[in-house]
């Protein structure tokens, strides 16, 4: 059966999916010019790994509703000890249909995610067991030419740098916040080679890019939900490479020493180590290439063009993409009815997993809220079968028919139906509109007369009690609605 918790969290995995599938194509289009810094490219590859995962939790951005209809559940409790026995308990033949349910897509969607997140966080445990012991063997390296060039340039830096030495990898890595582990044939390269090579590690660590790998790696295999996690996990791991020359090749003052040295290095790779197979990272030989010609080339300079573009850039990205996906849970409930109990009048909550809360004090209305938030009076819909509720984009929640001391709201109730839920600075209205033909219009939480309102075409007129036009709404076929805003209230 759904519940609430797997009713958001699968909601949230499917808005991450939909951000994400927006968010990084366009940033890989975005990145396609040559003209940008390799810092410009990183902080938006950055801004697209991780806006997916916030954009879906800020407050007050447009949503996407999808109803799912589950089976019938019925859930009611009380506010205080002594009016249960005003409320009708649920039978056991419910309860037993209950436990019988099969589980919602929901369940499953969440079921899956957690598995899969389960098995990619295990495997990033055994490739860092894997290169942890790879690399258990590693000696020390403090003495010959290449210890006085990472003395040399680390003598302005608080921390000392360890240099290391294994045979188990095949070209150099930065290890945690303070060591190089390079392979036994780096030793042999000239000096001028090799303070390139010891720049760049310098750069990997002074970024803490092993810890910004971690981090991407999570979200990649927690997330593996949106597959394009992947891409921009690859693109950042790019970038940093690209952003490692440059700085290397800033320090030095030598980029052709540094690009004839990626070019030596890359003939050490045989693809047989056992670290590179736990780690998976290396340079293929493409980004190589890339790699040379950056180093070689003028165009990755930074400008400051480019640093005001990646300060707007991201946020008029974020107002185009703000969107969240919420999927409401509309569960059909078996008939529950409260009659008065002793000391006064029946007093409940009616709870489904749509998210929707009323509390009820004999046949009134006390409070109504849909996921915490407030349900206004302008989305509580009175008509002569009962007060429905609507979510703030106008989706239907289901409706109470409250009678004489009490209420009842169950499977019988008539149908969901499809309304439109606008405001303007004159005030509230609502269409019960199923895309082709208005059934009801409301003004505020009121219906309106039939004689006050016609629909032709696709052109709805609201009427003043005199007959005289007060507003026209246009109705697009399938759904939706236009209207030229009213600016103040004209309808008597």
């Keep these: 059966m759904t519940t609430p918790l797997t009713a958001s969290l699968t909601a949230y995995l499917l808005t991450v999916f ?11 289009l975005a990145t396609r010019t040559r003209s940008l810094s390799w810092g410009t490219r990183e902080r938006l590859w950055m801004l697209a790994m991780i806006a997916p995962l916030l954009t879906p939790l800020l407050p007050g951005v447009p949503s996407l509703e999808l109803s799912l209809e589950t089976a019938p ?3 009611v409790r009380s506010t205080v000890t002594e009016s249960l026995s005003a409320m009708s308990p649920v039978s056991p033949d419910q309860q037993t249909n209950e436990s019988e349910n099969l589980p919602g897509w929901p369940t499953v969607v969440a079921a899956t995610w957690s598995l899969g997140s389960l098995l990619g966080i295990g495997w990033l445990v055994t490739a860092s067991l894997l290169w942890r012991f790879a690399l258990r063997a590693r000696r020390p390296s403090v003495s010959g030419e290449l210890a006085r060039e990472l003395a040399h340039l680390t003598s302005d830096r608080r921390r000392r740098v360890r240099l290391t030495v294994s ?3 095949e070209s150099p890595v930065a290890l945690g916040p303070d060591e190089i582990c390079l392979p036994p044939r780096a030793l042999t390269l000239p000096v001028s080679d090799a303070r390139g090579m010891l720049a760049h590690e310098l750069a990997h660590l002074d970024r803490h890019d092993g810890l910004r790998r971690i981090a991407a790696l999570l979200i990649e295999r927690v997330l593996w939900i949106q597959p394009l996690f992947r891409l921009a996990r690859r693109r950042l791991a790019q970038i940093a490479e690209h952003r490692c020359d440059q700085r290397a090749a800033e320090v030095t003052g030598d980029p052709l020493s540094l690009a004839r040295c990626l070019l030596e290095v890359a003939t050490w790779a045989t693809g047989s180590g056992l670290a590179k197979r736990a780690t998976a990272f290396s340079a293929t030989e493409s980004l ?10 003028e165009a990755s300079r930074p400008s400051r063009r480019h640093l005001v573009l990646s300060c707007f850039l991201g946020p008029l990205l974020a107002s185009i993409v703000g969107l969240a996906v919420r999927i409401e849970v509309m569960e059909p409930v078996q008939a529950a009815q409260a009659s008065p109990g002793r000391g006064g009048p029946a007093m409940g909550w009616i709870t ?3 998210g929707l809360e009323v509390r009820i004090r004999g046949s009134e209305v006390v409070e109504a809220r849909h996921h915490g938030e407030p349900i206004p009076e302008s989305r509580r819909l009175l008509s002569s079968s009962g007060i429905r509720f609507l979510s703030k984009t106008g989706h239907d929640l289901g409706l109470i028919r409250l009678e004489e001391g009490g209420f009842r ?5 008539p149908p969901r139906g499809h309304f439109i839920h606008a405001e303007d600075p004159a005030g509230a209205f609502t269409l019960e509109y199923d895309g082709r033909d208005v059934h009801s219009v409301y003004l505020g939480n009121r219906p309106l007369p039939s004689r006050l309102w016609s629909q032709d075409g696709q052109s709805l007129r609201i009427l003043r009690e005199n007959g005289e036009l007060d507003f026209e709404v246009e109705l697009k076929p399938g759904g939706g609605i236009r ?6 209230p004209s309808h008597s």
């Design 483 to 488: 209207w030229t805003p009213r600016p103040y």
């Design 352 to 354: 489904t997993h749509a």
């Design 288 to 297: 190589l290439v890339r790699r040379v010609q950056s180093l070689l080339s």
């Design 18 to 28: 939909v951000h994400g599938a927006i968010w990084i194509p366009l940033t890989a």
């Design 409 to 413: 709201f169950g499977s019988e109730m």
């Design 73 to 75: 559940v019925a859930r």
């Design 167 to 169: 045979s188990k990898i």
